[in-house]
Every structure is written in C-alpha cells, then in structure tokens.
C-alpha cells in the first residue's frame, strides 16, 4: 500500500535541482526528467524513485523470466534498466567484447519512496512504512540543501576504443556484409572512455542536462555505478492496451542562424538515405510490436516527422498497436527487444555482425531505463547520449553510434558520431 499526497511549489525548476541533490543520499536512484517537452504521450513533467524496498540484479541468463516473476509479486511500481546484453537472453548470442563498466545485465527495485512533478505540484506516493517521512522530505527539499564537495579529476584524457582508420575497415566490413546480403542495414557503435577519473555524477547530469534538454533525460545510480543520459528516444511505452515505439533514425547538426537551421531541417525531411533508414527501422518495429500484438492493430502515426533539440535535429517516427488485456508486460518487452533503432535488420544477423565488428560490450549503452507501473503499463527510453559511470574503477564511458546502409559513407558516419558525441565531450573535458 502507498500513501499519496501532493504540494505546490512556485520555482518548480529550483524544486527540481533540490530533489535530486536530495537523492544523492540514497544507493538506488531513478530520475527521469521530460525537460518541458510535452508530447502527445507525455504522462510527467519529472519522476523520481529512491530507496529500494526489494531488488532483483541479474545476468542475461533466464533474465526477462526472473523479471517477470518479480514484477507480478511486486504488484507494484518497480524502475531499473534493461542492458542490450539481454538479447542473449531472446536469443542464441553472447558478448564477448570489452568492458570497462561491470553493470548487470538488468536490475530493478520496488521503491520506498516515489516523488512525481506535473506542472507546479508535486506527488509524494510512498510506502506506508515511510508514510511519516512525507512532510519533512518535503520541508528539506524545500530549503537549501548542502553537500560535500567530491573529489574530481581535472583535465580529463578522453580515449578512443578504435582509432579513425580502424572505424573506416569496420564500416567496409559491415558494407560488404549490406552488399553481400546478410543484412540491409546495423547500427554501428564506437566508445571513448577515460581511466583512473572522478567525476561528480550529480553535476556531471546537471551540465549534460543543461546542454541538451532531452524529453528522456534519466539520471540512474545503482550503488556505485551511474548512468548520466541526455536521451531524445522513446523505446516504448504501454499505456492500458495501447503500445507506443517512437525510433529515431536521422540526424542533422543545429545552425546558429535561423534560415541556416530550417534548410538543415528541409534537407533532414527530403534525405534519401535518411528516410531510407528511418523506414527500414520502422518496418521492423512494427514486425517486433507484431509479435504480441492484436491482429491489424499495428499502425504508424508518425513517419519521418523532423523534431528538433538543442544540439541536433532528428528524424523521429510514431508506430502505434494494441495488445490484449491478459498479456504480460515483461513478454511484450522481451518480444521487442533490443529496439531496432540500436540494432538493424534483419534483427538477429545484424545483432550478430554488431558483436563480431564492434570493440566494446555495449551493456546499459543501447538498453534502456525505465518503470513498470502497479497495472502492468511502463515507459522506457533508450540510453543513448549518456555517460557511464564506474565509481569503484574510476572509469567513465559513452558510446555513440549510426546505422549503416548500403549508401553508407564512413567518414560521413565518422562525422555523425562526433556530431552526437559532442555534449558528452564537451561536459566531461568542459
């Protein structure tokens, strides 16, 4: 059982600064933050969830059953992540590759308390044997909230995993696979990284966030690791019977001049290649949302729709369905993941190629985050646009990819990658 109650609050903005530095206190942290952007979909302005009351942290191994199994005895609201090295639990795969992070594969916790903000109200839903907090949380956050200074590493020396001309080969690679048949299209991932460094997670979120406004920014710890992702993408989203996939394929640098900024937005809409690659994707989720779907209900709403953020402007398209009311939401997310847009088609054999070509193990980069509700709805993002955080190894990471096609040219998707890479560089060397 949870208690519910709710307050106004005049600087919301301030409110919110305060609420997460108030969660620092706590091992387990969800933060998820819609920066203003109020979609059709949209449900929160910002929500938060700290101090687990249960927890399940896995291996890829039996996973999504294990999770299944704790979802329906929570009956409750759980938050966590989902690692792309699940798929070797969907399928017959492995990850073999580098990894410098150490998350689990997938971890979830049941939350002592859960603190949502739609418009200037805040809504306290906590466990009843926490119930007498609610005030007094509330008073703190309010007021001033002080914190010692961590130690930082100045002058941070960012690394990359594959030089340029290594990155060239493997596209070639992953071309004559395009060119040979195998596949039609993959996503195609690089990580730079920095060893033996501290960062500050909560301001490093902060600048990342102030940079990029995200309608998915998450802030995630799990004892001592982090998750900082300024995340533009929707995985997917169960709203009663009604399933929602917004992938995003298509990217284009921002202009400082106005009628720069619109011709980049016009020649994002009439790019071949990138409309080529946003409805390749698109036909593969609705083949994903299809396999637990009601029969005819997959649609598109949205195809190749430009939206724009503060660094970039993306080509974004909405594929809708329904599913019956007695299907589980653990099956309808294992049915579909990992998401195409971080993947390719056909699914598996670009999944396999992704692993043979790339020289990292992706983990929680190209997972996602998110919470499953008490009736069985959930709404995760995809961490893309993040940093990672290894505070016991003093290892940071972030990845950033693109999806190659037979029209693929690498230096362009060279460009690309550092295109999206640039706020995490720039917060992290800044």
């Known amino acids: 059982m949870r208690i519910s109650a709710s307050f106004t609050v005049s600087d919301i903005q301030k409110f919110k600064e305060r609420l ?5 206190q706590f091992e387990e942290i ?6 203003g952007h109020t979609g059709k979909y949209s449900s929160f302005d910002a929500l938060l969830a700290v101090d687990a009351l249960t927890t399940i942290k896995t291996d890829s191994d039996k996973a999504f059953d294990k999770l299944r199994e704790f979802q329906e005895q929570a009956k409750d609201y759980i938050f966590g992540y989902l690692s792309y090295d699940l798929k070797n639990d969907i399928e017959r795969l492995s990850s073999k590759n580098n990894d ?44 001033e909230i002080k ?42 991932c690089q990580e730079f990284y920095a060893e033996d460094t501290q960062i500050n997670p909560f301001k490093t979120y902060q600048k990342l966030n102030k940079i990029s406004e ?43 001049n106005a009628e720069e900024d619109e011709r980049l937005i016009e020649a994002l809409k009439n790019d071949p290649k990138e409309r080529a690659e946003n409805i390749m994707i698109v036909d593969l989720v609705r083949n994903d949302l299809s396999k637990s779907a009601l029969k005819g209900s997959v649609g598109v ?30 099956d309808v997310i294992r049915q579909s993941f990992p998401m195409g847009s971080m993947t390719g088609a056909p699914k598996v054999s670009a999944m396999k190629i992704i692993e043979e070509l790339e020289a990292f193990k992706r983990g929680l980069y190209s997972g996602a985050v998110g919470y499953f509700t008490p009736e069985g709805n959930f709404d995760f993002n995809v961490v893309i646009r993040s ?16 999806a190659i096609t037979a029209k693929a040219i690498p230096e362009k998707e060279y460009e690309e990658c550092l295109l999206k890479a640039k706020a995490m560089r720039e917060v992290l060397e800044g």
């Open 20 to 24: 997460l530095l108030w969660a620092q």
């Open 30 to 35: 969800v933060w998820l933050d819609s920066n």
């Open 100 to 143: 410098g992070l150490g998350f689990s594969d997938l971890f979830f916790f049941q939350p002592k308390k859960i603190i949502k903000i739609t418009g200037n109200t805040v809504y306290f839903e906590y466990l009843l044997m926490v119930d007498d907090e609610v005030q007094s949380d509330f008073e703190l956050i309010s007021n």
């Open 147 to 188: 914190v010692e200074e961590e130690a930082v590493t100045e002058n941070i020396k960012i690394k990359l995993r594959v030089f340029k001309d290594e990155y060239f080969q493997q596209v070639r690679k992953m071309l004559s696979h395009i060119h040979r048949g195998d596949i039609y299209e993959a996503n195609f």
């Open 214 to 256: 995200a309608p998915f920014a998450s802030y995630l710890r799990v004892y001592d690791r982090y998750l900082l992702s300024a995340s533009p993408e929707r995985y997917l989203r169960k709203d009663g019977p009604k399933l929602i996939s917004q992938p995003i394929k298509g990217t284009a640098k921002r202009a400082e």
């Open 301 to 330: 709403e949205e195809l190749c729709e430009v939206y724009t953020f503060e660094q970039v402007h993306q080509m974004i398209s909405t594929v809708v369905a329904h599913v019956a009311a007695d299907v589980n939401p653990v």
């Open 387 to 402: 940093i990672l955080y290894n505070a016991a190894q003093k290892y940071v990471s972030y990845s950033v990819g693109g």
